[in-house]
């Protein structure tokens, strides 16, 4: 398609249309497979839906294929030349799979792990891997919908746990039960009785400890307010309340009185705090407004009486500056009083020039006042130098007036604040004298000692000049700490510079070893912390980033400490583990779980190859166990033995194992005797009715030669009389031939012998039983059969039969050959492949002629057969040594499958490299080795060496590349060599020809 659109081959052609309805058809199957994923999605089936996406050809990698890049282009041709149109792959569905595909990849170790747990019917780690798997996938309905059962299967089990922990007192098992049956994943209801019984158990404790905690902080608290330590008291109380938090809290009262006590103490305290934060911000708040330049009067008032309603003393300074905000309220009001008299005085001098006296009466009176009122400005104002001269002038001038209450108020108030002046001017020199000495010293203060002490002079300096003083102290000390943050920053930019360094080494390169690790940190961390003694004369800045680089190397210790501390417990929990892998066996399935967390948690561990190979082995080494306690005790093994056998080799663990091969050629064994056995009836059945025959001896009286007389039904016979005396006649079809060189036909005695076939003429011979008189290879055929049913070998007894045959001296020549090709061919039809000389046999009897007249022994075709049957048969093979291999093949394979091999130790690796055996008993004899080669290839027994009674094991040479760490070993329960075993079965002459079982070690087998 992409190649049409870009050669511009867009015209409707038969290949275009056989496109278009190839894409749209697949377009549809892609729609049609999402739509199933969306709806086993919609009900819950995650797996399968991912199972559907996965199935080849992949779904989403088809979605990607058929979405190219010139798909919007191809639509429009599809309309525009009417071709078959083609569905929208719906995206939201294929970006739902996409996630849950990774969902599912993400769960698919867990979902191995359960598979694995169900398989081994391990139900107590199948619910905690469900727990596990609905943590993680809390919206999948499966994972509670298979947990329930599960739980609800050993619900009962944890019931009677809890009965007994609780009868027993046991807390801390009935703690581990109380965890189970209140998991947070659990989805099996648990009784809430049972849920009470517990809970009350486990208060119990709880509500004496808490008892016993309460009464100790009620002691603390005690303590506290004696002390009258607010910090003790919140302390306490704080632990009072995490204490009240938890379950089972139930203090005495006395304890409980002490708590309420205290924390109403701890409450007035805190009223307190508030009310004195108040002040201080009430007291913020009128400094503030007295800094203004002029402030508002009534304000300032308003600010005071707040204060003052509080019932706290407000500080003499605040005092201070309001009376002189105050005083200068009143001067500037004085000046506007006086401009505005002046102006009065002037107009009255004016008008009233005559009426001198009296106004300067009333003029003498207003100047008092306006003195008067200048002089309280004044002394708001606190300028009292000023004062006391003004004072000093009037009592001179004006004696009468300086006697009065007012201007002896204004003396007395000038007196007293002249001597605050002196004494705030000792205080302020005082003051100063300590600030010299810290400057003298060093500034061996802190900087909130200084800033107080500042502070003081300030409220004390009496004028000006002495504020200039103070400033120049603060001056100098500020040019000292200037100095002093930049030699500290100095210090600190420097120590910053090296952490940074190591700090960018390690993002850069991570440290090979903790070692390494350490000894970086031991360059920065003593560095870094004597330049924290540098830190508080430092600026914001360079703090700051000093902080962050010590937050930098915080983190990497904690990280340090955690990695270190996480490789220790791995390491501890790798050793635990190695322990536990050690006494794992000879349980393998419990071994393979144990290997199987070792490579998983600890993937760099030098074990890991070869636990891995081992892992790889697991399973064929877990089906040996298969045939541990199996026992064959002869092959065939009778009826009881033949239903374990067949159930033994129709077992899943015997599939794909050491013991398969041999265990089908057992079965295979059986069929072949079995089949054998039901076969044995057709020797004795023919399309004639030669061996249904009877046959009747007779000889002409006064004759030495016996004939034979056969025919198919029994004789009739009558007793007569005649002149010479009584006699027995004899009727019935027989088969006669009234020539030697004639076949015999069926014919009635009358006819074949017309004088009749009497006592009085003839020698009749008959046996008492009918079947007596069956023809001798029926008789001897018959009683074969018959005994062939009852015998455990049929080979055997055919073989047997053959050599009985061979040598039967009442058995005519042909009818023995009949008899013998017959149970020849029997013999190779059914045990060919397991006598394959058998077919050598059928072959050389092959041609012996035994179709011929054989009840005329005279007729000239018997007589030549028989001259050829008889050196034939003499030459025949001995039928014994075919006997003796059959026997002893079973024998062996037999033993090969009643060795009761199991595990007895594995290999582990010295710290020198060297592997050496690690048994789990004492013991002696041989040791085994599973060797499992390539996939098709069938695993195979080896022996390793030679275990001795004090534990080790003389290895067996050339076997180094297929020993291995962690390989199991196994040992024969019969503690036998294996070549032993085979010499004692075998007789010598046919070791070459005895086949060694599968099962049997083939470097251990027996030869000439």
């Not at 600010?303 to 003393?313: K, M, P, V």
């Not at 002869?634 to 033995?641: A, E, H, K, Q």
């Not at 058995?811 to 013998?820: D, G, Q, T």
């Amino acid at each position: 398609i992409v190649e049409a659109m870009e050669n511009g081959a867009l015209e409707r052609t038969p290949v275009l249309e056989e496109y278009a309805a190839q894409y749209a058809e697949l377009c549809l199957d892609i729609v049609t497979r999402l739509q199933r994923c969306a709806d086993y999605l919609e009900r819950g089936m995650r797996s399968e839906a991912v199972h559907e996406a996965t199935s080849p050809p992949a779904l989403l990698d088809l979605v990607e294929v058929v979405r190219f890049p010139e798909l919007r282009k191809w639509g429009n041709v599809v309309v525009d030349l009417d071709l078959t149109s083609f569905p929208q792959i719906p995206m939201e569905i294929v970006e739902r799979l996409r996630q849950e595909c990774a969902t599912e990849e993400g769960l698919a170790p867990l979902l191995k792990e359960y598979r694995r747990l169900v398989y081994q019917g391990d139900r107590a780690n199948s619910i905690r891997v469900l727990r596990e798997l609905r943590q993680r996938d809390p919206l999948n309905p499966s994972w509670p919908q298979n947990l329930k059962p599960l739980e609800e299967a050993t619900l009962p089990g944890i019931l009677r746990e809890v009965d007994a922990a609780l009868a027993a007192q046991d807390r801390r098992r009935l703690r581990e039960l109380d965890q189970e049956l209140r998991h947070p994943q659990r989805a099996a209801p648990v009784p809430a009785e049972v849920l009470s019984r517990v809970s009350d158990a486990l208060l119990a404790e709880r509500r004496a400890s808490t008892r016993l905690a309460a009464t100790e902080i009620a002691q603390r608290l005690r303590a506290a307010l004696g002390r009258d330590d607010p910090s003790g008291l919140a302390e306490g109380l704080a632990a009072w309340d995490a204490l009240a938090a938890e379950e089972g809290f139930d203090p005495d009262a006395r304890a409980r009185a002490t708590a309420d006590e205290a924390r109403a103490s701890h409450a007035a305290w805190t009223q307190e705090q508030a009310a004195a934060a108040a002040f201080a911000a009430g007291l913020d708040e009128l400094r503030g407004l007295l800094r203004q330049e002029r402030p508002a009067e009534a304000a300032i008032r308003q600010h005071l009486e707040a204060l003052r309603q509080t019932g706290r003393s407000v500080p003499d300074e605040v005092r201070d500056a309001v009376r002189e905000a105050l005083a200068a309220g009143v001067r500037r009001r004085a000046r506007r009083r006086r401009l505005a008299g002046a102006v009065v005085a002037a107009a009255v001098l004016v008008i009233l020039a005559g009426t001198g006296v009296t106004l300067w009466r009333l003029q003498v009176a207003r100047s008092r006042r306006l003195l008067l009122t200048e002089m309280s400005a004044q002394l708001e104002a606190r300028e009292f130098d000023r004062l006391k001269a003004a004072l000093e002038a009037l009592r001179q001038r004006d004696p009468a007036f300086y006697g009065s209450a007012e201007v002896r108020h204004l003396a007395t108030s000038t007196e007293e604040a002249l001597r605050r002046k002196a004494d705030l001017d000792r205080q302020f020199q005082a003051a100063m004298a300590q600030l010299s000495r810290l400057r003298d010293g060093g500034y061996q203060a802190s900087d909130e000692a200084i800033q107080a002490l500042l502070a003081e002079a300030r409220q004390v300096a009496p004028d000006e000049p002495a504020d200039r003083a103070v400033g120049a102290w603060q001056q100098s000390w500020d040019d000292w700490r200037r100095r002093r943050r930049a030699e500290a920053e100095d210090h600190l930019n420097r120590t910053i510079a090296l952490a940074r360094r190591w700090l960018d080494e390690r993002r850069q390169r991570p440290f090979p070893t903790f070692a390494d690790e350490e000894r970086a940190l031991a360059q920065v961390e003593p560095a870094w912390r004597e330049a924290g003694t540098a830190l508080a004369g430092a600026g914001t800045e360079v703090a700051t980033a000093f902080t962050a680089v010590g937050v930098e190397l915080d983190a990497w210790r904690r990280d340090l400490d955690q990695r270190r501390g996480s490789a220790r417990e791995a390491e501890e929990r790798q050793q635990a583990l190695r322990t536990e892998i050690a006494r794992a066996l000879p349980d393998l399935r419990h071994y393979r779980t144990l290997l199987e967390q070792f490579v998983r948690d600890f993937p760099s561990a030098a074990e890991v190859p070869a636990y891995q190979r081992v892992l790889n082995h697991l399973d064929a080494w877990t089906r040996v166990e298969a045939l541990s306690a199996f026992q064959l005790p002869r092959l065939p093994p009778g009826r009881d033995g033949e239903r374990r056998l067949r159930e033994t080799a129709a077992a899943e663990l015997v599939q794909g194992s050491v013991w398969e091969a041999d265990l089908k050629a057992a079965v295979t064994c059986l069929d072949l005797n079995e089949a054998a056995r039901q076969r044995l009836p057709s020797l004795a059945v023919t399309t004639d009715d030669s061996l249904r025959l009877l046959v009747t001896r007779y000889r002409a009286v006064g004759s030495e030669a016996w004939r034979s007389l056969y025919h198919p039904k029994p004789l009739l016979s009558r007793k007569d009389t005649d002149a010479q005396g009584e006699f027995i006649l004899y009727w019935g079809q027989v088969y006669y031939s009234e020539a030697d060189d004639h076949i015999p036909v069926l014919m009635h005695t009358s006819k074949a012998f017309p004088t009749g076939l009497s006592t009085r003429l003839y020698e009749i011979r008959q046996e008492a039983r009918l079947q007596d008189n069956l023809v001798p290879q029926a008789r001897w055929l018959y009683s074969f059969v018959a005994e062939g049913a009852e015998a455990e070998e049929v080979d055997v007894h055919l073989l047997h039969g053959i050599e009985a045959a061979l040598g039967e001296p009442g058995l005519e020549p042909v009818p023995r050959a009949w008899l013998v090709k017959r149970l020849v061919h029997l013999l190779a039809d059914v045990f060919g492949d397991r006598l394959p000389e058998s077919r050598v046999w059928a072959e050389h009897l092959r041609d012996l002629e035994t179709d011929v007249p054989w009840m005329n022994p005279r007729h000239p075709a018997v007589v030549a057969a028989a001259e050829r049957i008889l050196p034939a048969l003499a030459e025949f093979p001995a039928v014994a040594p075919a006997v003796t291999r059959a026997q002893v093949g079973r024998a062996v394979l037999a033993a090969s499958l009643s060795r009761q091999v199991a595990c007895v130790g594995w290999l582990q690796r010295r710290p020198d490299g060297a592997l050496v055996p690690s048994f789990l008993a004492a013991g002696e004899g041989p040791v085994w080795v599973l060797s499992v080669g390539n996939p098709g290839v069938p695993p195979s027994f080896l022996v390793a060496g030679t275990r001795l009674a004090d534990g080790t094991m003389v290895a067996k040479p050339g076997l180094e590349r297929e020993l291995f760490e962690g390989q199991v070993l196994f040992a024969p329960r019969d503690g036998k060599a294996s070549r032993d075993l085979a010499a004692g079965l075998i007789p010598r002459e046919l070791r070459e020809q005895v086949p060694r079982p599968a099962s049997w070690p083939s470097n251990d087998w027996v030869t000439n």
